[in-house]
């Protein structure tokens, strides 16, 4: 039987970065990964590199490019007559992406003297591994590990009154790939994936309506932030119903017919399409935690301490499939904690300071907390905003939408929360991390010189309004 001191069961970004540093510190290390990529060999990176943060955002990006050059650019003195819209050409561009970056795990993997082995992992007891590749005609391979890492990720939720299909009633991974763009498309759910792929499909000229279940919008998000946010979503078109409680989607004759009820009565709708995008699922299917007694919380998580280490001795969990948000950079940080504590290394990861991203435009990001939570929770504290209306850059960018937030703690002045909507807000909310990162007062961020004209002069801007002392407003 083969032996490694770590096997890390799943391929994503917490997986891959926690083989890919187990190699670097010298550990013999496996990766067993089940993902089987669009062109039907396996494909590593997991959700994020093939049906995620990846493919989604080359899709945002193409999408970008087609609103602007319909609706921007005539502003500038640029006039594009008879544009075009390729959806095959895009898809395609998108899927060779994902084709660079998955093998570009693959070769990291060797680099790092990784061994990879394509197949479902399944925990055994003593600390082995079985890998039933995904020839069905191969017999498992046992292995056995010093350290088993579990990565296996998350997959959609599904609703069950509504069938997806995966033609008609699609999960995200679907509405990645449609071949023309629908002319009505239904989502449910204005989460972070509703709002980027309903972006996606309504820059591209789909009629876009969104029902979400809660009477708060992005309710995660500073409350100012998303009130903004809402209201220039709806002003590009997304039709946001909040409050809607969706019964039952039918397909009929090509036709999704869905009904929904709200505070007004029950309502029809008639969409062409509909993606379903309702949150996600920790996946922990097949991996036999019953008979190893690998302990799953009331919710579906992995259970695990602040170190990721699970119920088992020497193994351990990270990503999607254990509790904390569901983002790529969290889960590739525990990887590497994990790699590093069982080199015999002290790594922790800060949970209070990953930052958030969504990556509509705007794009909204934050770090730390909300006013409104810290108000609850009984702190005091002291924030100060700014728009971009006032930004010189955002001005000659015709980007004036949104504003940045920062708020500190009242008394000592550390700053609690970074909330920015508004353009290039995903590069921006780097420096408030590294600020919250060291403890960085509202006066260090104040007193940081700041590159003009750039947009990142609010992040400067606000920190000043934190004691009333912003000078362009
Ligand atoms: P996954 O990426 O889900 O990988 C798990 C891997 O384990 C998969 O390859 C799976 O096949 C494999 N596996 C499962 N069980 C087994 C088994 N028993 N044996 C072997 N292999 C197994 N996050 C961001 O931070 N930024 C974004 O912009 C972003 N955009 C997203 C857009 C979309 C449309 C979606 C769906 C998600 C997005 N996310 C984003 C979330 C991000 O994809 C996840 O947080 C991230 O992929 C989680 O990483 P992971 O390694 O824990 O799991
Ligand atoms: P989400 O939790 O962000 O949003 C799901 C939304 O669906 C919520 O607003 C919820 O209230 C609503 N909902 C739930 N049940 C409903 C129902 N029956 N009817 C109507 N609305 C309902 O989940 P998601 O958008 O599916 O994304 C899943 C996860 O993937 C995210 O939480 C995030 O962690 C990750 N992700 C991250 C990014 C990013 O970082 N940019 C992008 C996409 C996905």
Not at 85 to 114: C, E, P, S, Y
Not at 192 to 217: C, T
Not at 367 to 386: D, I
Request: charged share 25%; glycine share 10%; net charge negative.
């Amino acid at each position: 039987m083969k032996e490694f001191d770590v096997v890390v069961i799943g391929g994503g970004p917490a997986g891959y970065v926690a083989a890919i540093r187990a190699g670097q510190l010298g550990l013999k290390t496996a990766l067993v990964d089940a993902y089987i990529g669009k062109e039907g060999k396996p494909s590593l990176g997991g959700t994020c590199l093939n049906a995620g943060c990846i493919p989604s955002k080359a899709l945002l990006d193409s999408s970008e490019h087609y609103d602007r050059i319909r609706h921007k650019y005539a502003a500038h003195g640029i006039n594009a007559k008879d544009v075009e819209l390729d959806v095959g050409r895009m898809i395609a561009r998108k899927d060779q992406i994902v084709k660079t970056l998955t093998q570009g795990v693959a070769g990291l993997l060797k680099k790092n003297k990784v061994t990879w082995l394509p197949g479902y992992g399944r925990l055994e007891l003593g600390r082995q591994v079985s890998v039933t590749p995904h020839d069905a005609d191969g017999d498992p391979e046992r292995i056995k590990a010093g350290h088993i890492i579990i990565a296996t990720g998350s997959v959609p939720r599904e609703l069950p009154a509504i069938a997806v299909d995966h033609e008609r009633v699609v999960d995200s991974t679907s509405a990645l790939n449609f071949n023309e763009v629908p002319r009505r498309l239904g989502v449910i759910g204005a989460g972070v994936i509703g709002l980027e792929l309903g972006s996606v499909w309504s820059r591209l000229g789909a009629e876009v309506v969104v029902l979400e279940a809660l009477d708060d919008f992005l309710p995660v998000t500073d409350p100012e932030i998303a009130q903004a946010a809402l209201k220039e979503f709806k002003r590009q078109g997304l039709a946001i119903h909040l409050g809607a409680r969706v019964q039952s989607a039918e397909v009929d004759d090509q036709v999704v017919k869905l009904t929904y009820e709200d505070d007004n009565g029950t309502h029809d709708l008639e969409i062409d399409q509909l993606v379903v995008a309702v949150g996600r699922k920790p996946h922990t299917d097949g991996l036999n935690a019953e008979e190893v007694a690998l302990l799953i919380d009331e919710s579906g998580y992995i259970h695990v301490d602040a170190h990721c280490r699970t119920n088992i001795p020497d193994i351990y969990a990270i990503g999607d499939v254990v509790r904390g948000p569901m983002l790529a950079h969290k889960g590739s940080e525990e990887g590497v904690m994990v790699a590093e504590r069982i080199a015999g290394l002290s790594s922790e990861v800060n949970y209070d300071t990953i930052p958030w991203v969504i990556y509509t435009w705007p794009e909204i990001a934050w770090v730390g907390q909300t006013e409104s939570a810290l108000k609850q929770a009984g702190r005091e504290v002291r924030s100060g905003s700014f728009p971009l209306r006032a930004s010189g850059r955002a001005v000659a960018m015709d980007e004036t939408v949104g504003m940045v937030k920062v708020i500190a703690d009242a008394a000592s002045d550390e700053i609690l929360g970074v909330h920015i909507f508004g353009a290039a807000a995903s590069e921006m909310i780097a420096e408030a991390v590294v600020a919250m990162e060291y403890r960085a007062s509202a006066e260090d961020l104040a007193c940081i010189v700041h590159a003009h004209p750039t947009v990142s002069e609010a992040v400067h801007e606000a920190a000043l309004a934190v004691h009333g002392r912003a000078i362009h407003i």
